[in-house]
T-cell receptor, first 112, second 112 residues
């Protein structure tokens, strides 16, 4: 099992550009989430999904879109990148009967 | 409002000097308290889940405990390899959605 795989690991965008952060898990987990991590702010929930076709907003959803067409994949789309979206992004998955969430290695995004 | 707060923000210890990290929480209907370890440039890695006041769990030099208002991560005779950021988190919401609220983390540095 690879667990949770995120790509790319690093990305630099110009203000106004769009991009998609990829997240895939091979554990057949129902729940998937996206977090951003900023210094002094901890991990904050952006969007989450409880299963294929079902997504909802977290604490800081503005400027981001998600979709969940399969159990395995949960991409995060930045519609028009802004410097405030410079952060480290983590994808996580968790099984319905499980306890802990498993995290990917993160994507470090810089918007200039 | 649901909240998870960790203290101290940073902790420097000499090798072998035991100490404790604190995680206080105000989460309605707590359904578990999680501890994670995060190394620089990596995603959080699961350590423990605690469900009820009085529960304790141990792993090597780490022991996590839970009361009705807070959790402690006790580190006994730490080694330099214990240096990391330690995060606590709690599930959010009344249903099992996989959403987590995190504290800001405690960055531990253990000097040889």
């Amino acid at each position: 099992n690879a667990g949770v795989t995120q790509t790319p690991k690093f990305q630099v965008l110009k203000t106004g550009q769009s991009m998609t952060l990829q997240c895939a898990q091979d554990m057949n987990h129902e729940y998937m989430s996206w977090y951003r991590q900023d210094p002094g702010m901890g991990l904050r929930l952006i969007h989450y999904s409880v299963g294929a076709g079902i997504t909802d907003q977290g604490e800081v959803p503005n400027g981001y879109n998600v979709s969940r067409s399969t159990t395995e994949d949960f991409p995060l789309r930045l519609l028009s990148a802004a410097p405030s979206q410079t952060s480290v992004y983590f994808c996580a998955s968790r099984g319905y009967r499980g306890t802990e969430a498993f995290f990917g290695q993160g994507t470090r995004l810089t918007v200039v | 409002e649901d909240q998870v707060t960790q203290s101290p923000e940073a902790l420097r210890l000499q090798e072998g000097e035991s100490s404790s990290l604190n995680c206080s929480y105000t989460v309605s209907g707590l359904r578990g308290l999680f501890w994670y370890r995060q190394d620089p440039g990596k995603g959080p890695e699961f350590l423990f889940t605690l469900y009820s006041a009085g529960e304790e769990k141990e792993k090597e030099r780490l022991k996590a405990t839970l009361t009705k208002k807070e959790s402690f991560l006790h580190i006994t005779a730490p080694k330099p390899e214990d240096s990391a950021t330690y995060l606590c988190a709690a599930p959010l919401g009344s249903s099992n959605t996989g959403k987590l609220i995190f504290g800001q983390g405690t960055t531990l540095q253990v000097k040889p």
